[in-house]
């Protein structure tokens, strides 16, 4: 007698042939492993009808239609998918994660940015290996492949840190609501992160970048200048308005950020905050608004008189660094550079916090404290002082380039 060929279908679920030679459904759900007998026969017509069936129940669990006691009314999980009383469908008795976290977030009142940056976390590290399982079913090993499954992505600690947190909150607030009895991220612990080395620039390269921006984008030479003068975090930039510049006094009021098109008050009172501007500073804004058609609203736009779009300005940003052949570095090391090299040159540690809006000078001092050499300044004279002497080397680039 000729040996049956092996037969295997292209899904993920399989028909298999069971010891008494009927066949039987094997699939997931929800995570939960299905083996679902049938009273056929193995025989390829019985096989192929099946197969058939299987394909149709992993099309309906694909778009949340799938009903297991439609399909299975004497399966041997209608303890954990009954059907619902009068209507015919399946319920389950606790939610799958996805479902879950989507109640928890449409609950929450947050930032745009905020809400994206979570669905996107956890729809790339969570949902794609825990999304469609029950709640109940997901045990500590489960958390600790989420977080393994991180670090093969060579995620950095503070993003896998950010991964856990939203893991634990999400779980955590299941088992207050009542779904789990125990909370299985709860040995679950926190990364180590270690202090990052800011590499500054210096002041030949600030020079250097800002006679470059000048030169190629001019349209954005303001909000660098800004940007290097003040300290200011990039989202204040992007949202800033000129009924908050004074101009003659000297000074910039923050009130908002800037993130994905929406403008935001700050997360902190101590971000809104009044910020001085050297002279210089408030030379380059004077020019800049005579520039502009409209200088009502946004104080930095595009070429077409739209608000800067931070992805813009990051390509614009790498490109300036290559063209002044200076190493590539983020954007907002441009703050930390403003802060180091004030306290570098010794102003005042509390007058370099209250201009980053920084909480109180205590988060300075541990952030940067190992450039602050002494204590003697407090108005922003030095670095004034710096930029001054330095304005040497900016006419000297001019002359080369003439």
């Known amino acids: 007698m000729a040996e049956k060929k092996k037969r295997k279908r292209s ?3 399989q028909v298999r042939v069971n010891q008494h030679g009927f066949l039987y459904l094997d699939f997931y759900f929800r995570g939960i492993r299905l083996r679902e007998g049938t009273k056929l026969k193995d025989t390829d017509e019985n096989y192929k009808e099946c197969c058939k069936l299987l394909t149709i129940i992993e099309g309906e669990i694909l778009t949340g239609k799938f009903c297991y006691a439609d399909h299975f009314p004497n399966g041997n999980k209608l303890s954990v998918f009954g059907p619902s009383a009068g209507t015919g469908t399946s319920v389950n008795k606790v939610d799958a994660l996805d479902d879950y976290f989507r109640e928890w977030m449409s609950d929450k009142i947050i930032r745009l940015s905020t809400r994206k940056m979570w669905e996107s ?9 825990l999304g469609n399982r029950l709640i109940d079913t997901i045990k500590t090993k489960d958390c600790r492949r989420v977080v393994s499954d991180a670090h093969l992505k060579k995620l950095c600690a503070g993003s896998v840190n950010k991964i856990i947190k939203l893991m634990k909150t999400v779980l955590k607030t299941a088992k207050d609501d009542g779904l789990i009895s125990e ?15 800011v590499k500054p620039f210096t002041f030949e390269e600030i020079i250097l970048i800002l006679e470059t921006a000048k030169r190629m984008y001019p349209h954005i030479y303001p909000f660098l200048a800004t940007f ?11 949202a800033l308005k000129w009924y908050n510049v004074d101009l003659k006094g000297g000074k910039i009021f923050v009130e908002e950020g800037r993130s994905l098109g929406e403008d935001t008050p700050p997360k902190t009172s101590s971000s809104q905050r009044d910020v001085y501007m050297i002279p210089m500073l408030s030379e380059i ?10 200088p009502t609203d946004y104080v930095f736009k595009n070429t077409v008189s739209k608000p800067l779009c931070e992805q813009v300005v990051r390509r614009l940003w790498i490109k300036i660094l290559d063209k002044a052949g200076i190493e590539k570095r983020r954007m907002y090391i441009l703050r930390h550079t403003f802060a180091t090299q004030a306290l570098a040159l010794g102003e005042n540690p509390s007058w370099v916090s209250a201009m980053l809006g920084h909480t109180d000078a205590q ?7 190992r450039y602050v050499e ?3 300044r407090q108005d922003g004279s030095v670095l004034q002082q ?3 002497e330095l304005g040497n080397l900016q006419a000297t680039l001019q002359e080369r380039r003439a």
């Open 363 to 369: 988060i300075t001092f541990r952030k940067y404290n």
């Open 285 to 294: 804004l004077t020019e800049h608004k005579k520039t502009m058609t409209s």
């Open 374 to 376: 002494n204590l003697t």
């Open 183 to 197: 909370d299985p991220s709860l040995v679950i612990n926190y990364l180590t992160e270690f202090k990052t080395n």
């Open 228 to 238: 290097v003068y003040t300290g200011m975090r990039p989202n204040e930039l992007y």
């Open 11 to 13: 899904g993920k679920g």
């Open 386 to 388: 710096k930029y001054a």
């Open 121 to 129: 976390t956890y729809r790339c590290h969570i949902g794609s290996y």
